[in-house]
């Protein structure tokens, strides 16, 4: 009998310690809950107001003597605009800057050899390549105009849209 008594009494002091030590914990956020406090006491900050909506004008298409939007314009045949004459030439060796974009070739300088003048090109390899008027570089066809010593300038043949080709200016200029 002594032995249940003995057993409730050390039942009963881990009981009390145990509550004991659970009042004395702090999780340690009391000056979190002061600072939190601070903010929500502080008065709040007026907002601007918001900008007046701009009032909404309707645009009326009114088709009288104008073309339907939602038709592709098609170019006049007779009209001259269109070169069916223009195509690249398929059959040429193509040249080694014709394997790169032109946005990826960067002029490095100008050197003249024999009275011609040749632009040194670098390509995206690091490889530089002496380049006269004439020559081809770029994926779209393009032939060196001309060289200057700023920039390189050539001619590109793109398809123009309509199942044609058309010629663009372009140009490589000096890196910095």
Known sequence: MMHSSVTAALRLTVGVLFALSLSACDDGRDDLRSYIERIKARPAQPLEPLPEPKTYQPYTYREAGRRNPFIPIEPELGAGNRNDDLRPDQSR??????????????????????????????????????????????QNYGRVTAITSTEVQLVEIVPDGFGGWTERPATIPLAE
């Open 93 to 138: 060796p193509r040249e080694p800057l014709e394997a790169f974009p032109l946005d990826a070739l960067r002029m490095v300088g100008v050197v003249t050899k024999g009275g011609v003048r040749y632009a040194l090109i670098r390509d995206p390899e690091g490889v530089i390549h002496r380049v006269p008027a004439g020559a081809y570089a770029g």
